[in-house]
């Protein structure tokens, strides 16, 4: 079990360092939960898996990322995000970050 606590939350808006994104983080796993297959074809710096990662609606798009806690910091834009998801998931933006429609478990 991971004993790391996560740095970023729910709704905080973020910057990917390596891939030059941003987005609004919508959900945290303690540890990674993806499959080696993917771990492997998708991370390039191989992050730690017993660390915190977050699953990313990114700007500008209609996707979604998992990312390690080590590839990203706070977002200095300090602007919305645009992504098609964002009013499914949240229900408004103030002073920075978004907040959640509902409260997960």
């Given amino acids: ?31 990674f939960q993806g499959s080696e297959e993917w771990y492997d074809m998708y991370t390039s710096n191989q992050p730690p898996k017993n660390r915190p ?3 990313i609606l990114v700007d500008e798009e209609e996707s979604m990322a998992y990312v390690s806690e080590q590839n990203i910091c706070t977002d200095s834009e300090n602007g919305e995000v645009e ?10 933006y103030d002073s920075g970050h978004y907040l959640p429609r509902q409260t997960l478990n």
């Fill in 1 to 31: 079990m991971s004993t790391h606590k996560a740095e970023y939350n729910i709704g905080e808006i973020i910057f990917h360092r390596e891939h030059d994104f941003r987005g609004v983080i919508v959900d945290v796993d303690p540890e």
């Fill in 53 to 55: 990662w977050y699953h």
């Fill in 83 to 92: 992504n098609p998801m964002i009013d499914d998931l949240f229900s408004k």
